[in-house]
């Protein structure tokens, strides 16, 4: 199963030498500490996040050697794949009985001006991390989680049950994003000694009131995400209609990547080349002989 967590850098700066040497087990050609620009991020840890799930804390180790060497890219820039960092050192930590994966990673100064100058100036970047896991293990039994009966988020005697990812099996680039609007309305700053906390923790303990306004939230994401869902269909479909012979997933991946916005002018520009083609019929093409698969099905992915 494949995981996405969101976490968050913090500015290094020059390398040490120590440092330096690993950047330089990673670059093609020898760099000088004044080339490299270093930060460190807090990857992962083993502690359950708001979708009730963790990392198991003896998958860490392998976890942490995963992500060695994988590449950061900014999400702008997709269509370049512009890879600007990457991890040259991983470390697990134990600290007040938290374990978690510290990563320390480089960035080239040189044509990275503005995503260096981000960093240093404090402007926090987001970043999310992706891996793969084999399995989930159920906290409250022990067993494959989904093969017994507890579901995640639920209390069983007082006790919250949390899927338990185990077994690592790879680790991807990880990508700096800008914070999507959804992610804003999910975490909330409370005063919970100065940490955040998260709007489900809000709404357990506040009143009626913070509960209905999560459920507001929630279903509207739920139809966000449907909607974007379509559109990205729909998108798939026009364009095989209109003969583009980019693939497919090719064209999932590229929707997956686009914003609400852009997702909705693409759909809109092709909406309006399929009406010039075709005339405004809303079944493309209209005119297939009986017994001819629908595109809808040949292409959904
Ligand atoms: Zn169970």
Redesign the pocket.
Known sequence: MNIRKETELTPFGTPSPEQLEKINAYAPSALSAEEVFVFSLRLCDDQPDRDDERFDTDALPRLAELFLGKTGITDHNWSAEKQVARIFDTEVCRENGVSSIKAWAYALRAGNDAFVRDIEGGIKKEVSVGCAMAWAR??????R?G????EKGQL?DGKR?VAILCEPVDAYEFSFVAVPAQRQAGVLKGWKGGESMHLKELAAKGGEEARRELAALELAAALGRDYAAQLKKELIRLSAALGFSVRPPVLGAIADRLTPDELRAVHQALTEKAAEAYGPVTQLPGDLPDGEPKLETDYLI
């Open positions: 159920c906290s409250i039994c022990g067993e989680y093969s017994c009966a507890h069983y049950c």
